[in-house]
């Protein structure tokens, strides 16, 4: 019985199907907004414990605080690229219904297929761009494809000494002269580690990991 159904339901027309993709599309571009507000706006709380964290010598905390602003960053810039590969696969779906209205059918677009595969890709919206691809497959917009894994490299090994780099820069960009004006050998972490850790000390640490979780958080 579902099979008739199927059968006698009319097909949607490619401006119909247009609209629903795009319409979604434009919703997943205000997803990646929002999440690119929330992670600026819990740098903002990590740049202020950097600081706090740099003027009581404290360069391990700092250290450890400005490698997640690192991978914020690094998150925030990806999730730009996502955006504007999202704004692209809506703009040749647009140039696809045009060819439809004088062929009468939607074609296939290499284009879109390299967008949704590269984006199947991407953590943030990998489930949405599986389903696109169901979709423009079956709608013929795109050929059936492997999804290759879930590309990780900003957690590689190979990554590291990259990042390691940059921190120092974030310090050196938030921490300002408080930084700059500390021993040689603190600011490459070799302070010694004070035998008994006091009860504010902890505290401190326990507001950091805080810190930490939150950021992370934003950027899942």
Known sequence: ?????????????????????????????????????????????????IKEAA????????????????????????????????????????????????VGHLSKSAEVMKLVNNLMKAPEVAMTMQEFSKEMTKAGVMEEMVNDAVDSALDSEDMEEEIEEEVDKVLTAIAGETTSQLPQAVRKEKLKQPAVEDAEGADDEEDLEELRARLAKVRS
């Open 1 to 49: 019985m579902e099979k008739v159904k199927n059968i006698l339901k009319p097909k949607p027309n490619p401006q119909q199907l247009l609209r629903d993709w795009q319409r979604r599309l434009r919703q997943e571009c205000r997803n990646i907004e929002r999440q690119i507000r929330d992670i600026q706006r819990e740098e903002k709380n990590v740049q202020k414990a």
């Open 55 to 102: 003027k009581r010598n404290d360069m391990g905390s700092a250290k450890s605080l400005a490698k997640e602003i690192v991978r914020s960053q690094r998150t925030v810039n990806r999730l730009y690229e996502n955006k504007a590969q999202l704004n692209s696969i809506s703009m040749h779906l647009g140039e696809s219904v045009a060819i439809a209205r004088t």
